[in-house]
């Protein structure tokens, strides 16, 4: 049976883009809604292709579970802290559609806007042009054929780091974000670090002595530490902190 390679035919009409991006700006830089309309149709695309792709492994190893996944979000129980944020978006999809195909629009929705959004508060006029690039850089469409759920998570993180001036605001986006995947907690740590320190040499202190504890190998019984002070168990968050 032969299955359409979508993360290619994405590729290509995204290059394809791209190079009709590059000739507008050089012979009419001055049409922005030229560059209004490329937008919105390479985020309709990009939505349609991640969206509608066919469930199978051929296309992300993952993708036949989370069409699992959709398809019997009702039968679901709550898996636990590590999980509840995206258990109950399954959920939503199943009321809201029906289908997993369904869930997969949506939730390409909310992934393709969200870092539509972050580049455009970011690049602000080269919005278009970082956008391409970003589509066409490697890992991008696993992070939704594959891993659906850390893009989900990393996407809406984008969207709290752009509202970083509304704290309450940027605080619910990143627990929404760590309740879909707990990884993303390092990161949020991570910032909240950069924030409160000030003098660049603690940071690169704290970051040399985290290193040489990773390899040391002693992040093993941190793991256990963590998981008996905050009760989160999840294999691919004790994987990160292992290096593994």
């Given at each position: ?51 509608l ?9 993952d993708?036949?579970?989370?069409d ?15 999980d ?29 806007l ?46 709290a ?7 309450a ?6 627990l ?11 990161i949020v740590a ?6 409160w ?13 985290m ?9 093993d ?24």
């Amino acid at each position: 049976k032969n299955i359409m390679n979508y993360p290619l035919l994405f590729d290509c009409i995204m290059v394809f883009t791209l190079c009709f991006a590059l000739f507008i700006a050089t012979t009419q830089p001055k049409i922005p809604h030229t560059y209004i309309g490329i937008n919105i149709a390479i985020i309709i695309i990009a939505i349609l292709l991640f969206g509608l792709a066919p469930a199978t492994e051929e296309v992300g190893t993952d993708r036949p579970n989370y069409d699992y996944m959709f398809s019997h979000a009702n039968e679901m129980y709550n898996w636990g802290f590590r999980d509840a944020g995206f258990t109950y978006f399954l959920k939503f999809c199943n009321v809201l559609t029906g289908t997993s195909t369904g869930g997969f629009i949506v939730s390409a929705i909310i992934y393709i806007l969200c870092i539509f959004y972050f580049y455009n508060k970011s690049f602000n006029h080269y919005t278009l042009y970082v956008l391409l690039l970003a589509f066409l850089s490697l890992g991008f469409t696993n992070h939704y054929y594959n891993v659906l759920r850390a893009g989900l998570s990393i996407s809406i993180l984008l969207v709290a780091y752009s509202k970083k001036q509304h704290i309450a605001i940027a605080i619910c986006l990143s627990l929404i974000a760590i309740s879909f995947h707990i990884s993303a907690l390092l990161i949020v740590a991570g910032y909240i670090i950069t924030i409160w320190v000030k003098n660049p040499k603690f940071l690169y202190c704290f970051w040399g002595v985290m290193l040489l504890a990773l390899l040391a190998g002693i992040f093993d019984s941190f793991e256990q530490y963590l998981n008996l002070i905050t009760s989160v168990e999840d294999d691919r968050f004790n994987q990160y902190l292992s290096g593994n």
